[in-house]
């Protein structure tokens, strides 16, 4: 079987501490639930966590949604987005089945990427091996006036902002990240075919801002 590798990178810094963290905790547990109730979903979606705050860490694997646990989520230190893209990077080299003449791998996997901050690390660093990744899409959110939207479209050209990073709007997100993985499994399910841009994702909803 082919699966759809969903990455989930979420900064989890001390300027997330409180309403955002708690915001998170509740997006990613509804984006869960919601996902499995969708039946294309449940059969090629596998997600993975990352969280980074003065360091980046895979707090879970590439996992069936059916099997997937939350872990705890704490909001701590500084934000170091290099490790991050780097740890996207080991994970993806680590897990995702590549294609051999016989065999068709895994599909190109999605990313989704939420900051409230600016990096306090080298994080250029991770930035070359993210890139030279073979992702679908990686979609880069920045969560309230505190993250920089023009370094953030060095990493992908698929920015979204929120205006704040209140319990509303990010779990307006996270249904939208749910509708996108949704659609990202309809799509290879049916027609053999990955999302490749932002085109191809369900509209945002009006929390969403599309970075031009």
Known sequence: MRRLPVYLVLDTSG???GE???AVKNGVQVLISTLRQDPYA???????LITFDTDARQLVPLTDL???????????????LGAALQTVADSI??????????????WKPLVFLMTDGIPTDQWQRGLNAFQNSKIGITVACAAGNGADV?????ITNTVVS????DAATIKAFFKWVSASVSTGSQKVESGDKEVA????????????NIVV
Request: proline content about 11%; hydrophobic content about 35%; aromatic content about 4%.
């Open 93 to 106: 080299n680590r897990e995702v089945a590549k294609s051999t003449i016989d065999v068709k791998g895994d």
């Open 162 to 165: 929120l205006d704040t990073a």
């Open 66 to 80: 059916s099997s997937f646990q939350m872990p705890e989520l704490k909001a701590a230190g500084g934000t170091s």
């Open 42 to 48: 449940l059969e090629t979606a596998f997600l993975s």
């Open 15 to 17: 300027s997330m501490s």
């Open 150 to 154: 023009n370094l953030l479209k060095q």
């Open 197 to 208: 841009g932002l085109n191809e994702l369900p509209p945002p909803p009006p929390e969403v």
């Open 20 to 22: 955002p963290i708690e």
